[in-house]
């Protein structure tokens, strides 16, 4: 019996229920299984069994174990099991009519227990692990599993599985009968005319195991072997989750991300202070709309492409005061392109303070238009510049501003703006702070300062930097 199915010694209790499966014979045996057998097994497994039969009880022994059984002597029929726990492995068999070969299957057991624990017996369980046969040593003739063909045989392999070549009768199967599989499945399996399992490949293009690659197709080659071809480059493939990037099978069967062009417009984060483009590796950017590098976005820049203020100098306050007393002193230098010319008549002047990128604390427009005598507000033209005057507060800072051409400095505007009475400042200014002019629509026609905390100092609420 095949040791890989063995198990642990097995009680008593259990061996007399086995042993009930066995109707009791005569006293004088009908079959005596006594003597030497050649004994074979699927799968290789041969060996000498050496029987003794006493009335209904076998005992097996082979080389270092001893096995016992049962037999119904005037059947034939027997069982042998080997001596482990919980329930051992059981060999049942049939001796043929002259006594001298006998064949049978292997099988597990499992306990049955109908009626509680001490009703408890062993059953076979399952389909047959194994065929085993036997052969009386010395009786002759033919006995089919002794791996010698008879007279009366055609074949005589040993015992074999149910789908070889050669039958339970050691006869050959009909040529062309399926066979022994061989596991692959770009070959057929079927039995020759010699009884032999052969596998020859089956025909190029046959569906085969799947690789669970999108990018190849999976079909024998005509020579036995499953092959994985890749599809036709730029196949679509799966999907990465990446608006900015191509999914497409490879010419080498991979399945391919490839980066969109830089620049591609990719899904809108929401911010209307980012552009939403693909960079160069396939990522969706979303970069601040900032063409000064100022770190104000553009939507909000007062002056997007200006030119520098120079000799800045800003003072505003008074904060932690009440309302009606703030100050407002703007002063520089720009020097916007010639054209087109500056016209705050027509264009206006805004000033725009803050003190973080997001930070304005104040935004305010001196409208365009010439000076009227009626309102007493408005702009002047003064020689080569222009000054504007109102004797009202405007936007809660601004009451004056002026713009000069000085004669030693061509090309520059000077810029003043100043305001008392105000009521813009709400709270504490910090630095750094930034100031925009605005002079007119034109590129150029703006400018920019930005003062850091060492460029700023506070005096009783007035915040003065230069």
Same mark, same amino acid.
Not at 218 to 239: K, M, N
Not at 279 to 303: I, P, W
């Given at each position: ?26 006293? *004088? ?21 050496? +029987? ?18 049962? +037999?119904?002597?005037?059947?034939? %029929? ?9 329930? =051992? ?77 050669? &039958?339970?009768? @050691? ?5 062309? %009968? %399926? ?8 070959? $057929? ?31 024998? $080659? ?9 599809? #036709? ?7 990465? /989750?990446?608006?900015?990037?191509? &999914? ?24 209307? @202070? ?6 160069? /590796? ?7 709309? $900032? ?6 976005? $553009?939507?909000?820049?007062? @002056? ?8 800045? *100098?800003? !003072? ?14 703007? !002063?520089?230098?720009?020097?916007? =392109? ?6 705050? +008549?027509? &264009? ?59 004669? %030693? ?5 000077? #810029?003043? +703006? ?49």
């Amino acid at each position: 019996m095949p040791t890989a199915a063995r198990h642990a010694y097995f009680p008593a209790l259990t061996l007399a229920a086995l042993a009930v499966v066995v109707p009791v014979g005569h006293a *004088r045996a009908d079959v005596d299984l006594t003597g030497s057998w050649n004994v074979y097994f699927q799968g290789g497994s041969s060996g000498v069994w050496n +029987i003794t039969q006493n009335g209904t009880t076998l005992t097996v022994t082979v080389p270092g174990e001893t096995f016992g059984g049962f +037999i119904n002597p005037q059947t034939g %029929s027997f069982q042998v099991y080997s001596p482990f726990t919980p329930c =051992p492995v059981v060999f049942l068999a049939t001796t043929s009519p002259d006594g001298n070969a006998f064949n049978g299957d292997v099988y597990n057991t499992v306990p049955s227990c109908p009626g509680g624990p001490n009703t408890c017996t062993c059953v076979a369980s399952g389909p047959s692990t194994a065929n085993g046969r036997g052969c009386r040593v010395g009786a002759g003739g033919d006995c089919c599993g002794d791996h010698v063909v008879g007279a009366t045989e055609e074949c005589d392999n040993g015992p074999e599985p149910a789908d070889a070549c050669c &039958d339970a009768t @050691c006869h050959l199967r009909a040529s062309g %009968s %399926s066979c022994t599989a061989d596991a692959n499945p770009c070959t $057929d399996d079927v039995c020759n005319a010699t009884g032999t399992c052969t596998h020859p490949a089956l025909g190029a293009g046959t569906s085969c195991f799947d690789d669970q690659n999108a990018c190849t197709t999976d079909a024998c $080659d005509g020579a036995g072997t499953c092959a994985h071809t890749p599809v #036709v480059s730029g196949t679509p493939c799966a999907d990465d /989750g990446l608006f900015c990037t191509t &999914d497409a099978c490879d010419a080498g069967g991979s399945c391919a991300h490839t980066p969109l062009a830089a620049g591609t417009p990719c899904p809108d984060d929401g911010q209307v @202070c980012t552009t939403d483009a693909c960079d160069a /590796g396939g990522t969706c950017t979303h970069t601040l709309v $900032d063409v000064d590098g100022d770190g104000v976005c $553009d939507v909000f820049d007062a @002056c997007v492409d200006g030119v520098a203020l120079t000799k800045a *100098r800003l !003072k505003v306050g008074r904060y932690g005061t009440p309302p009606g007393d703030d100050r407002l002193t703007v !002063k520089g230098d720009m020097t916007p =392109p010639p054209n087109p010319p500056l016209d705050p +008549i027509a &264009d206006g002047l805004r000033l725009v303070l803050r003190d973080s990128p997001d930070g304005v604390f104040l935004d305010v427009t001196l409208p365009p238009g010439a000076y009227s005598a009626a309102t007493r507000t408005g702009w002047k033209v003064r020689g080569t510049g222009f000054d504007f005057v109102t004797p009202q507060v405007v936007g809660g800072a601004v009451k004056a501003a002026h713009l000069r051409r000085p004669a %030693s400095l061509p090309g520059v505007v000077r #810029v003043a +703006i100043s305001g008392k009475g105000g009521s813009y400042v709400t709270g504490l200014v910090t630095p750094p702070l930034e100031v925009s002019v605005v002079v007119g629509p034109a590129g150029g026609q703006c400018a920019e300062a930005t003062f850091g905390p060492a460029s700023c100092s506070e005096h009783s609420g007035v915040a003065t930097c230069d």
